[in-house]
């Protein structure tokens, strides 16, 4: 019987000490592949905590891919070669990530984002993730701007450095240590503006010959900058667990390009086996794995999923960006590099100047440091985990809820929708455009013909007041009568 | 004899109808090439004008390449075939830019600059061309930002278009009517971070397999760009007009990127002849000039040069940035395409995000648009133009005199300074930086070896002193007995 010693947590929280401990005991292998563990019930009695806290630690376990559940028979642990964990290094996460009380309530919110989407008067718009109108902490951002005009003044005058100025890199390195449990060299950060100049880069450093593997389904966008840039995508089919790393062998690919934490769209988290053995392709091929970490802050329960670049700083490329969880008119980008892609950076493209302008990277630097952007983040991660509750319970309580199937995690600003019977998907779209409703299908996203993603859609709710989710509802149920 | 109605001169000044009159006269063929005009004597008797107006008109059009001097004979038209002049456009020109007088006078700003290149604390840095500490109008811009971000609050919300916020574009197409004479189609530009960015834009527009002329002597920053981008560069010896024609004949080059107003390092300007046979090899060619303009703005004497854009914008990419006009900090650029490359643009690349944050876009075009962007670059343009004029005296009065050459066009942040005897550049740069001297030869900028070029040095004197100076000066002079 597992027994852990819960007077030496520390200051992590019940839940979180017991799954650093189960995970610490499967990365070691004390507790072996397929062994199974405790029933919740059993584990809770046993170290006199609750039951939901043992849930919590083992929700946490499955959606990362240390241990699976067989329905009716219990939790067993996954099999996983310990080779690129680093056990302290987690211990280190997220410790400060506390939430803070969102300064507006819900309702203050729903109804104010009209008319931002202009380029048709849609009824509702699930294609847009615009964020809320009242969302961007103007006054602080302002406040800090002007302190930044006066006290930067000097910065004007001189060029920002090619990978950023060093203010806003520490600001970064700071933030991934205490968000991601990411332990990051300052000087291997390159802020650039927005990912898509920064893929331009990745591709001169592995070079214009270069095959970079994608994602399909897929966020289109990527395999469009490499392929604009000269690059060859190969789009590999995903399975439940990513992108599959049998599709890599024996095919000349330089690196791959995925979003572990939060698969775009449908959601889906890469579990640590697949990890492990994405990176065992990555040294033994002398290749990359580029981490679009794009939405990792909005993840609506339990820790944040790791970055695998916290597993192998040599083959990730760790990508993110402060378009999305903050304003997507501030285009500030950055990326973490292996220390051998920076070395190649330093010598062949360190002549490049910056993209971001000093004054906007020193007002950055000061909003994270003192605070603000973490505040705003779980400002941001409790209004939309109540708005997503909000939307699904009014699909769970509509007619609808009987032919549709929601695929979520608790993450991100989207879901998927799954309809339970065949239809023609181009078709139900049509209707529901003709009805003023935009929205796309995952088989959009998908480069290949892929049926396992057919009558799937995607639902972008950030936007979407719950007046108008309604009547949508209602359009869509008689588009499936 | 010419006899010009000065009755008609409307809005211009003298030398401005006088210089738009015989350029008018040559390009319609009334004066023939090689005729000879009417000595600046005769011409100021006959139109009851000062010699001083005649002269200011000839040496516009000396620098632009409409008529040239023999010496002891007189003036001559030189041979031009009018077909792509557009004379009517020329007349709307430049009749906004009045001069204002500085703010602060040359004697405030003078050895303020230290500091600021704290790379080696150098004596004096020949290579900086830093801007003076207070010539940014921070009340201004940071007066237009607090407004700005009060009045687009809700723009902060959205993605900037691709190719910029409408309102920069519309204000950068108004500059460059009456600062360029260029009528400029808004939907033709293009804003991006940096013109380095932009150059990765022309990369995919031409295709990876590109080949692009280059100048030689140049700015190497630009093959770097383009080759680190895949495409292939030549670098083409130029002689006293820019890229010989006859250098691009016969090879398989698709654009050729020249900064004709004001070659760097030379300073060269590019006479309407050879920009006529540029133009004449891009048609016949299906290739593109690239126009690099940008100094334009720091033209101390006469007219600024017309823009090559103006002569054919079908094929001519026309690019600036205000990093130098305004502040290196501030990394805002933009390019303005041919039809034919804006609809390759719209098809092919409109999926990118903007490169620019939107607040600084607006900021920009209100600092534009309210007429500070032209009253800035006014006293820039008259802070230069005195601080370089005390820069040269202080170089004739010093006894390094007899043994050099200023080479200077009254254009620029630079001028070159030619040795007049056979020395080693290598072992000068050398001694030089053993005292602290930090100095540049023209054929540092030299891809092959050019001979024409040895012996010549980069004076960026913006950022130097005039006590500074006269010891460099004396420094320098021992160096070279």
Redesign the interface.
């Known amino acids: 019987m597992l027994t852990y010693d819960f007077e030496n947590k520390g200051k992590q929280s019940l839940y979180e000490y017991l799954y650093n401990c189960i995970k610490k005991d499967i990365l070691s292998g004390k507790i072996k592949a397929g062994e199974k563990l405790p029933s919740k019930r059993e584990m809770a009695r046993n170290h006199n905590i609750s039951v939901i806290t043992v849930e919590n630690a083992y929700a946490q376990l499955i959606v990362e891919g240390y241990i699976f559940t067989q329905e009716k028979k219990g939790y067993f642990a996954s099999e996983i070669s310990e080779q690129y964990m680093n056990a302290d290094l987690y211990d280190k996460m997220h410790t400060k990530n506390h939430c803070i009380k969102p300064e507006h309530s819900l309702h203050d919110k729903i109804g104010r984002?009209q008319g931002?989407n202009k380029n048709r008067d849609w009824l509702v718009d699930f294609n847009s993730n615009?964020?809320?109108?009242d969302?961007?902490p103007?006054a602080t951002?302002?406040r800090i701007?002007?302190r930044t005009?006066l006290d930067k003044?000097?910065?004007?005058?001189?060029?920002?450095a090619p990978n950023g100025v060093w203010e806003l890199r520490e600001a970064i390195a700071n933030h991934l240590s205490q968000f991601r449990g990411m332990s990051i060299n300052v000087n291997n950060i390159i802020v650039g503006?927005?990912t898509?100049?920064l893929y331009?880069i990745i591709v001169?450093l592995l070079g214009?010959d270069s095959v970079i593997a994608v994602e399909d389904p897929g966020y289109q966008?990527i395999s469009?900058?490499y392929e604009?840039?000269?690059i060859k995508c190969l789009h590999l089919p995903i399975d439940q667990s990513g992108i599959r790393t049998e599709a890599l062998v024996g095919k000349k690919i330089d690196a791959v390009h995925i979003s572990p934490s939060h698969h775009f769209p449908t959601g889906r988290v890469m579990p640590v086996s697949r990890r492990q053995h994405l990176l065992n392709w990555a040294r033994e091929n002398h290749g990359f794995i580029i981490e679009d970490d794009y939405d990792s802050e909005f993840r609506f329960s339990g820790r944040p999923i790791p970055a695998m670049a916290g597993m192998d700083s040599n083959h990730v490329i760790y990508m993110n960006t402060f378009?999305k969880t903050l304003?997507?008119?501030?285009?500030?980008a950055y990326m973490v590099l292996p220390d051998e892609l920076m070395e190649k950076y330093r010598k062949?493209?360190n002549?490049?100047?910056?993209?971001?302008?000093?004054?906007?990277q020193y007002t950055l630097a000061n909003f994270i440091l003192e605070g603000y952007y973490e505040r705003h983040i779980n400002r941001m991660r409790n209004y939309y985990r109540d708005y997503r509750n909000t939307i699904i319970s009014a699909i769970k309580q509509s007619p609808i809820d009987s032919k549709v199937t929601i695929e979520e995690d608790n993450a991100g600003l989207h879901f998927i929708l799954g309809i339970n019977k065949e239809i023609d998907d181009e078709k139900f779209k049509q209707i529901l455009r003709n009805h003023n409703i935009n929205i796309s299908s995952v088989s959009d996203y998908c480069y290949n013909v892929l049926e396992e993603f057919n009558h799937k859609f995607i639902i972008n709710y950030s936007a979407v007041t719950k007046d108008k989710l309604t009547k949508a509802l209602e359009i869509m149920d008689n588009a499936l009568k």
């Open positions: 984002n931002i615009h964020i809320m109108y969302s961007f103007f951002w302002s701007m002007r005009l003044e000097n910065s004007f005058l001189v060029s920002p503006a927005g898509e100049y331009s001169q214009n966008k469009k900058v604009s840039n000269g378009s304003a997507p008119s501030i285009r500030i062949r493209l002549f490049y100047s910056g993209t971001v302008s000093s004054f906007e």
